[in-house]
Nanobody
Framework: QVQLVESGGGLVQAGGSLRLSCVASGRALSISDVGWFRQAPGKEREFVARLNWYGGRLYYADSVKGRFTISMDNAKNTVYLQMNSLKPEDTAVYYC????????????WGQGTQVTVSS
């Protein structure tokens, strides 16, 4: 059974920073593609960032490039999302996901953590 548990969300003022964490159990993230997604109220879930196991390539949504960084600590089986220069439009529930390397869709999802950015 694979479980992903996010933490680190909260309320922050615009321009501030947060670091989200996602701890995995039941699957080694070191041999997985991992990603972060978000869903704002009334909107569809959208892609934020992805780290591919093969080659360690990183991908970001245009809206977060230069502000967010995805990283992984293999020893802790944890993936992070460092979010800087936060904007009110970053307000959403953030989800981490993991799956097989190269998978089009990531199979395993966390329960989400709320990020609220005040103006």
């Amino acid at each position: 059974q694979v479980q992903l548990v996010e933490s680190g969300g909260g309320l922050v003022q615009a321009g501030g920073s947060l670091r989200l964490s996602c701890v995995a159990s039941g699957r080694a993230l070191s041999i997985s593609d991992v990603g972060w997604f978000r869903q704002a109220p009334g909107k569809e879930r959208e892609f934020v960032a992805r780290l591919n196991w093969y080659g360690g390539r990183l991908y970001y949504a245009d809206s977060v490039k230069g502000r967010f960084t995805i990283s992984m600590d293999n020893a802790k089986n944890t993936v992070y999302l460092q979010m800087n220069s936060l904007k009110p439009e970053d307000t959403a529930v953030y989800y981490c996901a993991a799956g097989a390397p190269g998978a089009t869709q990531l199979r395993y999802w966390g329960q989400g953590t709320q990020v609220t950015v005040s103006s």
